[in-house]
């Protein structure tokens, strides 16, 4: 069974670029989550979606951030414009069920550098 | 936030028993104790889960003491491979579905 997949691993923008990250989750899983890890800080959540809707938005810093999930299968996060501060590890997980007892199963990361 | 206390760092040597400890001083009852790790530029790992009772997997072993109070991982035969962050996590209650990841334990696994 294939694990989470994210595309690209890498990617340098410039600071005021646009960048898309996508996430493909494991076949079945309806719950799909972001997090992200920028330099020397813990890995936060961002948002979680339910298939196509948004669950909980609570962890999006702020407007330049645009989760998107159509068609409930793979998800994408745009960064616009990006900052320098939006530098980072994005991890995307995904799990069959959701609530307490459900564990989530991470992607490698996509590694955001904006110069 | 994370309500978990780890120590930041432990060494283990290769083959022996390594017992990483946890203390969540504060979980409420309905409350799950999560263990991850995190090997270097990989994504996060999960590796077991448990309430109340002990846990056993192909992985490791979760021991929670009676109180729920602190807990501890444990690997078996601990491997080079085995050297990782390991993230103790307890699972909020409510909607419970975001995991607060704290700085963990980094440990190093010696030849």
């Known amino acids: 069974e294939a694990g989470v997949t994210q595309f690209p691993s890498h990617s340098v923008i410039e600071k005021g670029q646009t960048v898309t990250l996508r996430c493909d989750p494991i076949?079945?899983?309806?719950?799909l989550y972001w997090y992200r890890r920028v330099m020397g800080k813990e890995i936060k959540f961002l948002l979680h979606?339910?298939?196509?809707?948004?669950?909980?938005e609570s962890g999006m810093p702020n407007n330049r951030f645009l989760a998107e999930r159509t068609g409930g299968t793979y998800s994408t996060l745009k960064v616009q414009p990006a900052e320098l501060e939006d530098s980072g590890v994005y991890f995307c997980?995904?799990?069959?069920?959701?609530?307490?007892?459900?564990?989530?199963?991470f992607g490698p990361g996509t590694r955001l550098t904006v110069t | 936030d994370a309500k978990t206390t780890q120590p930041p760092s432990m060494d283990c040597a290769e083959g022996r028993a390594a017992n990483l400890p946890c203390n969540h001083s504060?979980?409420?009852?309905?409350?799950?104790v999560y263990w991850y790790r995190q090997i270097h530029s990989q994504g996060p790992q999960y590796i077991i889960h448990?309430?109340?009772n002990n846990e056993t997997n192909e992985m490791a072993s979760l021991i929670i003491t009676e109180d729920r109070k602190s807990s501890t991982l444990i690997l078996p035969h601990a491997t080079l491979r085995d050297t990782a962050v390991y993230y103790c996590i307890v699972r909020v209650g409510g909607t419970g579905n975001q995991f607060y990841f704290g700085t963990g334990t980094s440990l190093t696994v010696i030849p």
């Open positions: 076949s079945g899983h309806d719950n």
């Open positions: 979606f339910v298939k196509e809707s948004k669950q909980d």
């Open positions: 504060t979980i409420s009852g309905n409350e799950y």
């Open positions: 997980a995904s799990s069959q069920i959701q609530g307490r007892e459900s564990e989530q199963y």
């Open positions: 448990g309430l109340k």
